[in-house]
Each structure stands twice: as C-alpha cells, then as structure tokens.
C-alpha cells in the first residue's frame, strides 16, 4: 500500500507529502534528493512539530528504565495526534505498529510517520549467543548473518530501528554489561562493529527487511569506575582516541544510521551533554550525518549528575551539545519549544537535529509507505524461522571457547560411556537467553540436556546437584541466588561415583549479567564452588561447561578441573550447540576476546597494558609492578582458545628489515593441522611500537584470520600492515605514525612469543 493511497483526513497533506516524497526532485541523485524532501517538509513544520520530532516516547508497556515523570499513555496518544512523537520505542508486533502509526500518519497534521525502535541486540525471537559469546568466534561472516537474522524477524514485526551494536570496550568483568560487546579490543571490536553494522542494515536500508542500526554508548560507558553500573568514567585522552572511539569510527564508516549516548560522564561532563564528543568528534570529525539518541532519560539525568539544575537547562545542555532525540526524557517535549522562542536556544539547532532524524525516515521509505514493515502473514512466517534456527546454531558452535583440555576428556565417546550430567543450569532453557531478550518467549532454548539427550549410545543420567536460583524470575527482577540449600548434593555425588566422565554445567544465570547487573565477586555463584569441590573428591573426570555472562575467576577449576569449556549464554541453540561440541560433531574454535582473570582484584585486566616503568622483577626486591598475593598474568589469555586438534607455526617471514613510514610490511606464517581432528584457528598477528611520545601497550592486536585446515594440511597465511595500523593518536586526537622499532608477534593467542623485528624510518 503507498501512502499516497491511504485514506488521510486533509486532502492538503495528501498533496503536500506525496509531493515531497515522489515529484519535486525525480532528477536528482538519491541523497540530494532526500536533502531536498527533508527542507522542504521543515518548512512546512511549526517549532511544536519541530520538537515532536526530537522526542522518543517509551511504548504503553515494557519499560526498561526508570520513568522520570509519569507518561500516561493518554498523553503520549495526545502527543502523537498532534504529531509531538518523532519515534517510539518497545511498540513491537505488525497491529500495535500499524496501530500507533496510524495515529502519527492519520491523526496528526502533517501526517509524518514514526521510527519504531526496539533493543534488538542478539535476535529477536530466535536468539544468537549473547554479542561476547559471539565475538568469540572471530567469524566476522557469522557476526553478520546473526545481525542480518535479528533484522529480518525484528523487521517482520513491524520494527525499524535498533538499539544495537554496543560496541563500548570493556575492560571490567564486575560490570554486567561486558555481554553485550566484543571484549576488550579496540581492533577486533572495530571489524565486528562494522560487521554488525551491515547485518542489521544490510544494503538496502529502504529494503522492508533491514533496520537501521545504533552504535552505542557513546562513550567510555566500559570504562565506569569500579564496574558498577551507571557511574562516572575517567579515563585519559590517549585511552579515549585509542580504545573507546575507533570502534566508533568504524561504525561510523560503516554508515550507521544512529549512535545513542551514554549514561556516564567523562572529565566531569555527562556525555549526554558533551559538546566535545558529539558535535567536536562526531558530527564535525567524523563527519556522522545520523542522529544521535539519548539512552533513557539520560537528558533528564542531567539533573541528578549535578550537571543541569532543572529540566530546562538539561534540554539546553542536550540540544546544544547535539543530543537530536530525547528517550523517555520528557524534557525537550517540555522545554525546548520555550527554549527556542525566549532565544536560549538556536532555532537552527533544532532543525539541525530534525533534518538528521527525517533523513532517517525517508531513508528507510516511511514516507512511501509507513506500514511497510507491517504485514502479518510475513510476521507469522518468519519468526522462530528453521533457516533462523540453524544460523543461530551455526554462530553458537563457534562462539564456544575450549579453555582447557587435559587427557582429551574431549571430545566424549559417542558409545559406551556412562556420563553424569550435574548442574542447574544444565536443564534451564530460560538462562541460556541471557538478560537482553524481552521479545523472545521464555524456556525456548534447547537446554544442555536436551542436546546430550539425542546422543543416545550413552547412558546419561541427570543431577541438578544445586539449585543455582530461587525463586521466580523475570527480565527486570534480579535473581536470588540459592545460597543455602545443599539438599540435592548426595544424588550428583553419588551419580558422579558411578560415571566415567561428568559433565558439570556451571555458572552464572542469564539474568546475573546484563544492563544493571555488576558484580563484585565474579566466581561461580551461590553452592556451585562447594558442589564442584564436592563431586571432584567423588570423580575427577570432569568436563566444566561454563555458562555466563562475563570473564569468571575460576582459578580453582583451572588447577583441579582437566577439561573447561566456556559456552557462555548460546541463546536458542544453546544445548545442541554444547552438545555437538562435546561429542566433537564440531571442532572448537572459539578464542577469547575479553581476559579472564585469577581473581577479581586484578580487574580491571587486559592484554594491551602498558609496560610500567617497573615491568619485571630485575632485581630480586619487592619493587616491581606486581601482587604479593597473586600472580599478575591473566588466568586465560585475550585470544586464548584451544581445539581438539593442534596448530604449528612456522617459517614466519618479514619482507625486510627496515621500511618507510610510508611502505607496506608483509608478515607471513605458515600453518599446520599437527594433530587428528579437522579444525579451525585464528591466527592472530600483534605488534608492539617499542619506544613511542605517547607509550604504546605491549601487543597490539592488528590482524588475525579464520583459517580451515584439515589434518596435515598447512597454509600461508599473508598480512599486511600499513601506516593506517602501525600508527596510534596523539593526545589532541590526531593520528599520527612514529619512526622507530617495531616487533611482531603471530600465533594462536595474545601470548604467543613468535616475535620478529623491523624498523620504521622517516
Ligand atoms: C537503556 C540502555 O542503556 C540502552 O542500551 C537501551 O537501548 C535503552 N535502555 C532502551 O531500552
């Protein structure tokens, strides 16, 4: 249906619209064409309209943060009468979108059709792993066709917009939201930033199966002081330019449509308010033509940060510093209207954010049609579909992290063993979906017994051994965690006596991580410690599968347990995903892409630190950058990840010695399956700038690549490194690249000691 055909109320819209959106400017090339449409229908717009456009109300249901004030829903309808509502959010199904459209399109003056945005972060209904699982499988294609099918099934039910990628850097596993990005590398995290960014949008952001993406937190929301959720970051320059923007960039660069700020503040400005990185760096630097949305009420949180005294001069700090839309804010609904008519604020500031976010609209053809995504047969057919299904169990194998493997407990015998199977958390469906999945139904995973289920040429018998929650659970309840009742340990120990291997599921639930969810202690939760020690004395052939949400400290399992695998929360495949890699049906390949460390007092932890000026113990004395109570070194590396077979490198290769600023490096390595299974590796290359005016970490992650090699088989593996990686910013955020020694490194993980040397001239 076109909207030139629906049947409007005022004949005067009709003719005024479908003159903007069809006639006018049929010459001109597609963005001077939009440009156009955008001006001519803010002409037409009063300053209320304006302003309407600038705001972003919550649906009638499904809140996901505090509301500021109360927004009835008779007053949002109001609103988008008179056409005060630019998007909405959490508005989801084809009849409640045509519904509320119907009111912006039909009702209100100018008949401007809404955005529908929803937290579409790792599917929709069907769910891929959580993001971190995911960029565990360093399969940039993978990362794509996930984004690609949560934009099909959110497109399908009338949905536009998503809130999705987070491509914050973490270095914090206290903090929840450490699920939801790609880890702690500003390189990796760039790729599947832009990965991401093309799944969800595709090619064709006017396609009725694609949406437009959001980058987000913009910025350093990773970086809140002591991971607790909500806080002020501070952070320096170098760390700013270096680690929390480029990913940024690159989302930018991929053409994202929309970057949503973050909650934190940075230098003592709330970056919702931050002139400096939204129109210095965004919008002027990186020249982003988007828009950018507030995260919840974060305009309106001026105010408790001490930032803004009242609501008005929260609405002039936003819009200034280039907030364009205002998320169930209330505040430029109520402000910004008096704000532009006393003269405290440019009229040109508002147009400047309604242009962006009307660009958006005809970009995504509202304007042709307003209920193009709406269409119910597509919604019923595309849901839960099976193609969707086998793209999440795809993506699930490979997020899956081999940590350890001792005596090749792994891969199980397909026949003949007797295996016990202990763990709450090995019968959930629920957990699995991990906290970001408030459009998928509940208990719709495949749980880990189910999958170990269909290998039936074993006897498999199940013990909880530990209830890991009490009590019911919901999306925006926390879960209380069982930290008294050992009643089912007997049963799992004596089911652990009589087993050759068991198979011990442990962790964290799905609603332990997330937005909210920090923590201080990142061991295994409630009983589960004492239960694995438990079992241990009866049986210690143990398998750990690891469930969570974030790195654990697990120092103890790491010393005791032969075999761990990390199977994070796999969303909807989850159990036949866990169950195909323990019969070895896949060969792991996943590698870590946050560190885990020894306990939590070395979090914040990552492999790109700075060397110190007291990096080694040199002379024997107790002044050197260390712990008296611990090791220093990660438990389990960034880039750490084992496989069933092995991989030998060899005949690694420079082009040269000495090279200009301006040459191309070559690096090459060969690869060898050694051992006897088929498999993956990523074969990862870092450097290290020796001696910089600003200083460098000690590995740099630069290149890596997914290669397939079956037994025997070896493979050259070339990279590349020009200016654009050997480089680095300077503290006025410039980039800039240094004569001087470089090593390089490849191998299996950021530990690698394959190094090579060159030089840098001028
Ligand atoms: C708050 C979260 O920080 C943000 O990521 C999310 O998109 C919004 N709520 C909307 O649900």
């Known amino acids: 249906m076109s909207f030139c055909t629906i049947p409007l109320k005022s004949t005067i819209k009709i003719l005024i619209l479908c003159f903007i959106s069809n006639s006018l400017y049929s010459q001109m090339n597609s963005n001077d064409l939009i440009d156009k449409k955008v001006d001519s229908l803010l002409n037409l717009m009063t300053l209320e309209e304006k302003v309407g456009q600038m705001n972003l109300y919550n649906g009638f249901w499904d809140v996901t943060g ?36 119907k009111v912006a399109v039909e009702e209100s003056r100018l008949g401007i059709p809404l955005i529908f945005g929803f937290d579409v972060i790792h599917g929709y209904k069907t769910l891929s792993p959580i993001p971190l699982a995911e960029s565990c499988s360093w399969d940039l294609e993978a990362i794509e066709k996930s984004a690609r099918v949560a934009a099909i099934e959110a497109s399908s039910v009338g949905l536009n917009w998503t809130f999705a990628p987070m491509v914050d850097i973490s270095r914090d596993a206290r903090w929840g939201r450490v699920m939801e990005g790609a880890g702690e590398d500003p390189f990796l995290g760039s790729q599947i930033a832009k990965a991401r960014v093309k799944g969800f949008q595709g090619d064709d952001l006017s396609a009725n199966n694609t949406l437009a993406a959001t980058a987000k937190h913009f910025a350093a929301y990773g970086f809140i002081e002591a991971g607790r959720e909500y806080n002020s970051v501070d952070i320096g320059t170098s760390t700013l330019y270096n680690t929390v923007l480029p990913p940024f960039k690159a989302a930018v660069d991929a053409n994202v449509r929309s970057v949503m700020n973050s909650f934190n503040e940075i230098n003592g ?12 760096i965004l919008k002027g630097k990186w020249n982003f033509n988007g828009f950018v949305v507030s995260d919840w009420a974060s305009i309106w949180e001026l105010i408790n940060w001490g930032h803004a005294k009242d609501k008005r001069e929260a609405a002039k700090l936003a819009s200034t510093a280039g907030s364009d839309m205002d998320m169930e804010g209330y505040v430029y609904i109520e402000e910004l209207v008096k704000l532009v008519n006393d003269g405290t604020v440019k009229e040109s500031i508002v147009d400047d954010a309604v242009k962006r976010i009307l660009r958006l609209k005809y970009e995504l053809g509202l304007f042709d049609n307003p209920y193009k995504y709406c269409n119910e047969s597509r919604e019923k057919s595309t849901l839960y579909h099976k193609d969707h299904q086998e793209a999440a169990l795809d993506i699930a194998k490979k997020s899956i992290v081999l940590l350890k493997n001792e005596n090749n407990l792994l891969p199980l015998k397909k026949e003949g063993q007797k295996i016990a199977l202990i763990g709450a958390l090995a019968s959930e469906k629920n957990s699995p979906l991990g906290s970001w999945r408030i459009a998928s139904d509940d208990n719709t995973a495949i749980s880990v017994l189910e999958g170990m289920q269909q290998y039936k040429d074993n006897s498999l018998v199940y013990e909880k051994g530990v209830d890991l929650t009490i009590g019911k659970t919901h999306f925006v309840e926390e879960v209380v965690i069982n930290e008294t009742d050992k009643s089912n340990f007997p049963k799992a120990i004596e089911a652990a006596k009589d087993a050759d291997v068991v198979v011990m599921v ?57 075999t761990i695998v990390e199977a994070w929360q796999l969303g909807s495949q989850t159990g036949n995903a866990v169950a195909q890699v323990l019969y070895g049906d896949y060969n792991p390949s996943g590698k870590l892409t946050m560190t885990f460390p020894r306990n939590v007092g070395q979090v914040p932890i990552y492999y790109n630190y700075k060397s110190t000026g007291r990096p080694i113990n040199r002379e024997g004395n107790v002044f050197w950058s260390h712990y008296i109570d611990s090791e220093r070194t990660p438990l389990y590396a960034f880039g750490h990840g084992l496989s069933y077979t092995s991989f030998e490198y060899g005949n690694f290769k420079i082009n040269g010695k000495t090279f200009n600023i301006n040459d191309t490096v070559e690096v090459s390595v060969d690869v060898t399956n050694s051992g ?16 910089g005016s600003i200083t460098r970490p000690v590995r740099e992650l630069k290149g890596f690549e997914l290669v397939e090699l079956k037994k025997g088989e070896t493979k050259t593996i070339q990279f590349k490194l020009d200016k654009s990686l050997l480089g680095f910013y300077n503290n006025e955020g410039e980039f800039i690249v240094e004569a001087g020694d470089f090593k390089v490194f490849v191998g299996g993980s950021s530990m690698t000691t394959l ?8």
């Open 755 to 762: 190094e090579k040397s060159f030089e840098l001239i001028e």
């Open 506 to 562: 442990l962790g964290e639930h799905g609603f332990q991580s997330g937005e909210a969810r920090s923590r201080t202690q990142i061991d295994l939760p409630g009983l589960q410690q004492e239960l694995l020690e438990e079992v241990y004395k009866a049986n210690k052939n143990i398998v750990l599968v690891l469930n969570n949400g974030r790195p654990l400290a697990i120092e103890w399992a790491d010393k005791h347990i032969p």
């Open 66 to 101: 505090p509301v500021p004030q109360e927004g009835s829903a008779e007053q949002k309808y109001e609103h988008l009468k008179k056409g005060w509502v630019g998007a909405m959010l959490s508005v989801r199904g084809v009849e409640q979108v045509r519904e509320v459209q």
């Open 269 to 280: 400005i709330p970056v919702t308010a931050s002139k400096f990185l939204q129109r210095d």
């Open 676 to 691: 006897n299974y088929n498999g993956k590796e990523v074969v990862q290359l870092y450097i290290r700038d020796l001696f």
